[in-house]
């Protein structure tokens, strides 16, 4: 099922939207937007958003969504980086894991990544499994700091080639530029020619991932989809849209305190930035 979706968004040259969460209201306007415009959708856990929600907590609220709207909503494993962190969501029920060993040496990192790929298929042969290879900097956060992306932080095609031989994962979490969070300092410059060498490196059956989608311009989107990315991934500017939303509630209205009525506009600010998005990724009406 997974697997049609991202064949097609090579095919038709779209990219899914991933976007993630650590409470009920995120995931909720995650899912939302994704049925109001009939897009499949990814949503994850960072293995701190996991522990907020609870692992168990998050599989469940994904398949009650799942159930009430219909649609194809894919729980990832975002950024885990340990094996037992990548154990437990296979073992949770996780429909794809990001086993994150981009920190270590390359061999370490093809190690590790093997053995997640290996024990995650031996569970659950439909489970997607993305490795990550080079150095995407910076948190999903506001990055007031300058962020220097080093030469050596991207990722080489030729070493991601032998990556994914090696490892057996389905899809690829590539440096190319981009960083996690929205940086102010900055601008981040995508390159997008090595996103292209990378995909005819890994092969048509290995999908690319683009992190650090938050604050990227349309056109970034839109190259990276035309050279080869399937997946996009969105954090910070939903975060940024709840919390200055609630902020701006909480000031409005200082005598409520109905939490679902102060929540009400946060999700709404949350679902205008994700609208938006999948709009450029053109994962619209794909169902
Ligand atoms: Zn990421």
Do not use: C
């Amino acid at each position: 099922m997974i697997k049609n979706y991202l064949k097609r968004t090579i095919e038709e040259k779209w990219a899914l939207g991933h976007f993630n969460f650590s409470e009920d209201e995120a995931l909720r306007a995650i899912v939302k937007s994704a049925a109001e415009f009939k897009t499949p959708i990814f949503v994850g856990t960072s293995e701190g958003e996991r522990k907020h929600i609870g692992l168990k907590q998050a599989v469940n609220l994904v398949k009650a969504f799942r159930e009430e709207f219909g649609i194809p909503i894919f729980l990832n494993a975002d950024h885990h980086k340990s094996f037992d962190a990548v154990k437990e969501a296979v073992d949770a029920g996780y429909d794809a894991i990001l086993a994150d060993f981009s920190a270590l040496p390359f061999e370490e990192n093809i190690k590790l990544t093997k053995q997640s790929v290996e024990y995650a298929k031996s569970k659950n042969p439909d489970i997607i499994v993305e490795g990550e290879l080079g150095y995407v900097r910076g948190e999903s956060k506001i990055q007031k700091e300058i962020i220097e992306i080093k030469a050596e932080d991207l990722t080489k095609p030729e070493e991601a080639g032998q990556f994914v031989k090696e490892t057996g994962v389905d899809m690829l979490a590539p440096a190319v530029g981009n960083i996690h969070g929205i940086v102010v300092s900055s601008p981040e410059t995508i390159d997008i020619q090595r996103i292209g060498d990378i995909k005819k490196a890994v092969g048509e059956n290995v999908y690319l991932v683009l992190h650090g989608g938050s604050g990227l311009s349309e056109s970034d989107f839109k190259n990276a989809i035309e050279v080869g990315i399937s997946m996009v991934h969105i954090n910070t500017e939903i975060r940024v849209a709840f919390t200055k939303t609630l902020r701006k509630t909480l000031e409005e209205m200082p005598e409520e305190t109905t939490p679902y009525k102060i929540l009400m506009p946060s999700i709404e600010a949350m679902k205008k930035v994700i609208e938006e998005k999948l709009k450029i990724f053109g994962s619209v009406n794909k169902i």
